[in-house]
């Protein structure tokens, strides 16, 4: 598996990386701030695609699989998608990095404690959002359309397809549609510009190797966005499970 090089990509079709998203997942929206950045470096063409964490965990009783409001942000997110795949079927595929990133700002951007998760995927505040990108706000009416789920699902099946179902967000296909895909890379600080690239010649290395399945430890740094209050360097390790704090889970707590 080789990604094109730089001077080949103006005469291909397709996009040389492929990456699903949920719009409430903290380390898929760090982990697609430093695939912009590789991005404006090496000229790589993404096709932001979508999967949904309440999709994905529909059979999943929320009440003792994940740590209280977990439910209420995986609905909010598969609200902002709905809106999302209106826009992609209407406008085309060519918006969807602006919108992840608006999306993204107007939430992770914002200080802690500014009541942002009571707003996070109402119509309002999506609304807010198209309009501060300069898509019509007309289209957040789609947050209350659950048939744009049957789509969402589907491609959400597509990911969990080419990697397995025990993995979380984001997912990345390396030179779709048939390169490797991986869950991750999992990381809770932004690179910084001169580090975009080496990480990404590295985790590249992983993926080129036929027999790779995963590096994995769950002690991190919880993830550093301003919305979490989580800026401060050094931060003390955390140990994660399944995607949330250990012991986060209500039982766990009683």
């Known amino acids: 598996m080789r990604l094109p090089d730089t001077h080949e990509r103006p005469r291909m079709s397709h996009y040389d990386i492929e990456y699903f998203w949920d719009p409430v997942c903290p380390f898929a929206w760090i982990t697609s701030r430093w695939i912009t950045k590789v991005v404006a470096q090496a000229g ?3 096709d932001w695609r979508f999967i949904s964490l309440r999709l994905l965990n529909k059979h999943k009783d929320y009440a003792t699989a994940f740590p209280p409001n977990y439910e209420r942000g995986h609905t909010a997110g598969l609200r902002m998608l709905r809106v999302a ?3 992609r079927a209407e406008l085309g595929r060519e918006p969807m990095g602006a919108l992840y990133e608006g999306y993204g700002t107007a939430y992770w951007d914002q200080p802690k404690g500014s009541g942002m998760s009571q707003k996070l995927g109402t119509v309002a505040h999506i609304g807010e959002v198209l309009h501060a990108i300069g898509l019509p706000a007309a289209f957040a009416a789609a947050a209350d359309d659950p048939r744009w789920d049957a789509e969402l699902d589907a491609e959400t099946t597509l990911a969990l397809s080419r990697t397995g179902r025990d993995v979380g967000t984001p997912i990345i296909t390396f030179a ?3 390169g490797v895909s991986f869950f991750g890379p999992v990381i809770s600080r932004i690179p910084r510009d001169e580090e975009a690239v080496p990480l ?5 290395t ?3 190797f036929p027999g790779f399945a ?3 430890r769950s002690l991190r740094e ?3 966005l301003r919305i979490l209050g989580n800026l401060s360097d050094p931060l003390q390790q955390e140990d994660w499970h399944g995607g949330h704090r250990a012991n986060a889970l209500p039982e766990q707590q009683a």
């Not at 990404?200 to 590249?204: F, M, P, Q, S, T």
Request: aromatic letters at 8%; charged letters at 15%.
């Open 206 to 208: 992983l993926a080129q």
């Open 222 to 224: 919880p993830p550093q």
């Open 214 to 216: 995963e590096i994995k």
């Open 85 to 87: 795949a209106n826009i």
């Open 200 to 204: 990404w010649n590295a985790v590249l």
């Open 176 to 178: 779709p549609p048939d």
């Open 44 to 46: 790589y063409k993404v």
